[in-house]
């Protein structure tokens, strides 16, 4: 019995949040607002990343920080002189439509052209939760192994790009970043890989090209 209620439970959140992410894709769109997710474990380099596509883009960006506690990635990004609103997750691992539904009422949404949402470090939690986002980029470093992307198939499977990210410490901690682009595209065929080292420049140009190329 326990098990039923347990099931019928997890179903009924799900739906909900499915509700909500549709609301919060509807919302962005009647501004003109093109919204992505970045997935990652924590130290991936996801902050960097979206500190990078502010920079070196003209995209008017909003952003998102979601963390346990947001403070940090949300000051880092403020020093970047755009909107932004740290959602704090407490005890959760993952954002939800909820939480991002709230976030995006605090924000300038008639200045905005584009939403960056940094999802909570973590490689499972977040696969489930739609947030409402027209685009999920999945960020991982070499420095994690190159066996984290087998280890994770659903964050694969559920994303739109895969990052390989810190490809210049590849020798230093013995990772094969070769395995790893091959090892997403057999989990998903459909998926766009690119390396990069955000430290070198490597890959940040694809990295806006393939933005620019989704969101066309």
């Excluded at 990343?49 to 403070?71: F, H, P, R």
């Excluded at 200045?111 to 409402?132: A, Q, T």
């Amino acid at each position: 019995m326990h098990q039923v209620a347990d099931v019928e439970v997890a179903k009924n959140i799900m739906d909900a949040n499915k509700k909500l992410a549709f609301r919060n894709k509807k919302n962005l769109e009647e501004k003109g607002i093109y919204c992505i997710d970045f997935v990652g474990a924590i130290g991936s380099g996801k902050t960097t990343l979206v500190e990078e596509i502010i920079d070196n883009t003209d995209y008017k960006i909003g952003v998102l920080a979601g963390d346990v506690i947001s403070k940090f990635d949300a000051g880092r990004i403020e020093k970047h002189n755009v909107p932004v609103v740290g959602l704090n997750t407490g005890k959760e691992c993952h954002l939800d439509a909820h939480l991002v539904g709230h976030g995006i009422e605090d924000l300038p949404l008639d200045d905005l052209d584009m939403l960056i949402i940094e999802n909570v470090g973590n490689l499972i939690c977040p696969v489930d939760f739609d947030l409402g986002s027209h685009l999920r980029m999945v960020v991982v470093s070499v420095t994690e192994g190159d066996d984290t992307v087998e280890k994770h198939p659903l964050i694969f499977q559920t994303s739109d790009v895969a990052i390989i990210n810190k490809v210049d410490l590849a020798d230093a901690v013995g990772a094969d970043a070769d395995k790893m682009v091959e090892d997403a595209k057999k989990l998903n065929p459909y998926i766009k890989v690119i390396k990069s080292s955000l430290k070198t420049g490597e890959g940040l140009q694809e990295i806006i090209d393939t933005i620019e190329e989704f969101k066309n």
